[in-house]
């Protein structure tokens, strides 16, 4: 625990969860029953049924020279789902808020740590899990990042120099939402990737580990399997302008930390 520091009631905790998925959702009411969390389940954003306005926001030209490829409807519906829990927390003025998505397993010491972490100052998200490896359970400086705080039951919170991966459960301050939502006005990238852009959206890269948040590998993706193959193949001017991107990318994530 942070010391010298009384914890704040915990933050309102969301759930997203697609309507017809009532085995994932009843997989989260005994996961969060086991830990003594309550939350509000949230109807994820449908990628079957997505309306015009929702497909309006995506920039499909920004999504080929910056992800590679074209967004998958579920991807959009995913990305949409958080965007509007983001919104939610601003509308409703909490000051934060724990989203999770629906395929997950939390440790115990979840609802202490993040008393603590209430309790911190500075950072405007907290990722709980990971999907990249080097981060999980890093060998080098580069990916175990610097501790900055130390949490309850032997957990720390560490910021990062680099990404993440993963948005299946992070704490998040209004203004984190704030940046998020404006940085997203128009959608390119999947959820979690345009969350670990932070030298363009503002968001420094924070974790908790050892992460108290893990993917039940048993539930198949939501997002379902990208079909291999030509249609995967860049048009040879979109595969320059994907290869500039990715070198400005580069140079401005390198001037960006040399500033930080």
């Given amino acids: 625990m942070v010391a010298g520091v009384s914890a704040p009631a915990l933050p309102p905790v969301f759930v997203i969860n697609l309507a017809r998925d009532t085995v994932r959702r009843a997989h989260m009411d005994a996961v969060l029953a086991r830990v003594g969390l309550s939350a509000t389940f949230v109807p994820a954003v449908d990628g079957r049924s997505l309306q015009a306005a929702d497909r309006a926001r995506y920039d499909p030209a920004r999504a080929l020279r910056v ?3 074209p967004m998958l409807d579920a991807e959009l519906g995913c990305y949409l789902s958080h965007d509007r829990l983001w919104q939610r927390l601003l509308d409703e003025g909490h000051a934060a808020a724990l989203i999770l998505e629906d395929d997950i397993e939390i440790d115990p010491t979840l609802p202490g740590v993040l008393a603590d972490l209430l309790a911190c100052p500075d950072w405007l998200v907290v990722r709980l899990h990971t999907m990249r490896g080097r981060v ?81 590998a048993e539930f198949a993706s939501s997002i379902g399997a990208r079909a291999a193959g ?19 990318d580069g140079l401005r994530k390198r001037l960006h930390l040399l500033a930080s």
């Fill in 136 to 216: 999980l359970t890093p060998r080098r400086a580069a990916f175990r990042g610097r501790e900055v705080a130390v949490l309850r039951d032997g957990a720390g919170l560490f910021r990062l120099r680099t990404h993440t991966l993963g948005a299946a459960a992070y704490l998040i301050r209004a203004e984190g939402a704030r940046r998020l939502l404006d940085y997203g006005r128009r959608i390119a990238l999947p959820i979690d990737q345009t969350m670990d852009r932070f030298w363009e959206n503002g968001i420094v890269p924070y974790v908790v580990r050892p992460f108290p948040v893990r993917q039940r």
């Fill in 67 to 69: 992800y590679g490829k």
């Fill in 230 to 248: 030509p249609q995967d193949e860049l048009p040879l001017g979109a595969l320059l302008r994907r290869r500039l991107q990715r070198a400005g």
